[in-house]
């Protein structure tokens, strides 16, 4: 089964800043399409960012647009969210999550599409 596994979660400080990493392991992660949900605590799980393969394509929730940065590093087959700006609002568990292999942009970041998640890392914006 094709794993990610998330890291980089942490405590920061209202305006602050985390970068998230996904990484695979036994597979070319540049294939397939990454999406970073969270879930805040009495929340639905929503769609935060999404990168298709090859980095065609990025897009963001209006929540975080400005802020975030997702992105891909082949040679560490790893993808990450660098999250600037930091509000207490983002704070969630964040996870990172397989899609379709090829090019898929996340539309509507539909999660029954994400085929793997990983274990999900907490960040915690204080004010």
């Known amino acids: 089964q094709l794993q990610v596994v998330e890291s980089g979660g942490g405590l920061v400080q209202s305006g602050g800043s985390l970068r998230l990493s996904c990484k695979a392991s036994?597979?070319?992660?540049?294939?397939?399409?990454i999406g970073w949900f969270r879930q805040a605590p009495g929340k639905e799980r929503e769609g935060v960012s999404c990168i298709s393969s090859g980095s065609r394509t990025t897009n963001y929730a209006d929540s975080v647009k400005g802020r975030f940065t997702i992105s891909r590093d082949n040679a560490r087959n790893t993808v990450y969210l660098q999250m600037n700006s930091l509000k207490p609002e983002d704070t969630a568990i964040y996870y990172c999550?397989?899609?379709?292999?090829?090019?898929?942009?996340?539309?509507?970041?539909?999660?029954?599409?994400?085929?793997?998640w990983g274990q999900g890392t907490q960040v915690t914006v204080s004010s």
């Open positions: 036994g597979f070319t992660l540049d294939y397939y399409a």
């Open positions: 999550a397989l899609g379709p292999r090829g090019y898929y942009s996340c539309p509507g970041y539909r999660q029954t599409d994400f085929a793997s």
